[in-house]
């Protein structure tokens, strides 16, 4: 699978941003596709992701904040993210996997597919 992320920039601290990510892949609708985010120095960590069968689930840090959502028929998958704070400043990337499973959903070894990244800055 082929993903790219695009969408991020730079805006102020409470500004709305949507992230989207393209996969080419003919069997999209069966993959589980998976926001994560990584600052300089620290491990990626998981932001969100949403399942073949439309589940979602969020990182404590941007539940309430962030919505993933997917478009089947585009084979697209969205974050957005609104009340954006200076501590969501990061690259984010999207992620796919056809067997990851649901213990292992915020796990970056389940995914074996990864965008290339779009930064995301906010400004305070």
């Known amino acids: 699978v082929q993903l790219q992320a695009f969408g991020g920039g730079l805006v102020q601290a409470g500004d709305s941003l949507r992230l989207s990510c393209a996969a080419s892949v003919r069997t999209f609708s069966r993959y589980t596709m998976t926001w994560f985010r990584q600052v300089p120095g620290k491990e990626r960590e998981f932001v969100a992701t949403i399942r073949y069968n439309s589940n979602k689930v969020y990182a404590e840090a941007v539940k309430g904040r962030f919505t993933i959502s997917r478009d089947n028929s585009q084979n697209m998958v969205y974050l957005h993210m609104n009340s954006l704070k200076p501590e969501d400043k990061a690259v984010y990337y999207c992620?796919?996997?056809?067997?990851?499973?649901?213990?292992?959903?915020?796990?970056?070894?389940?995914?074996?597919?990864w965008g290339q990244g779009t930064q995301v800055t906010v400004s305070s």
């Open positions: 992620a796919a996997s056809s067997t990851v499973i649901a213990s292992q959903l915020s796990s970056r070894g389940a995914y074996d597919s």
